[in-house]
Nanobody, 115 residues
Framework: QVQLVESGGGLVQAGGSLRLSCVVS????????MGWYRQAPGKQRELVAT???????TYADAVRGRFTISRDYAKRTVTLQMNSLKPEDTAVYYC?????????WGQGTQVTVSS
């Protein structure tokens, strides 16, 4: 069974950077897609970025060019590097991993960007 633990959220000024990490326990090789989603107050959860087992990445238009997703199987980690942060990036960020027959979410980490 796969479990996720996220870290790296916090408070940052607009224009700053944060790095989110998600450590995966369990069978990492059963995972097909790893990703980050976010949910702002009063809004639906939305995709931020994903990376497949083959290394293909996908980004939301709102973050493309500012955020970078990466994974390190040896460290069992998927990371989201967030640069040039904007107040509208404020949200709870969730790690997600998906396999053929499962989808697992982390507990979420708060990111707050002040103007």
């Amino acid at each position: 069974q796969v479990q996720l633990v996220e870290s790296g959220g916090g408070l940052v000024q607009a224009g700053g950077s944060l790095r989110l990490s998600c450590v995966v326990s369990g069978s990492i090789f059963s995972i097909n897609v790893m990703g980050w989603y976010r949910q702002a107050p009063g809004k639906q959860r939305e995709l931020v970025a994903t990376i497949t087992s083959g290394g293909r990445t996908t980004y939301a238009d709102a973050v493309r060019g500012r955020f970078t997703i990466s994974r390190d199987y040896a460290k069992r980690t998927v990371t989201l590097q967030m640069n040039s942060l904007k107040p509208e990036d404020t949200a709870v960020y969730y790690c997600n991993v998906r396999g053929t027959s499962f989808s697992t979410w982390g507990q979420g980490t708060q990111v707050t960007v002040s103007s």
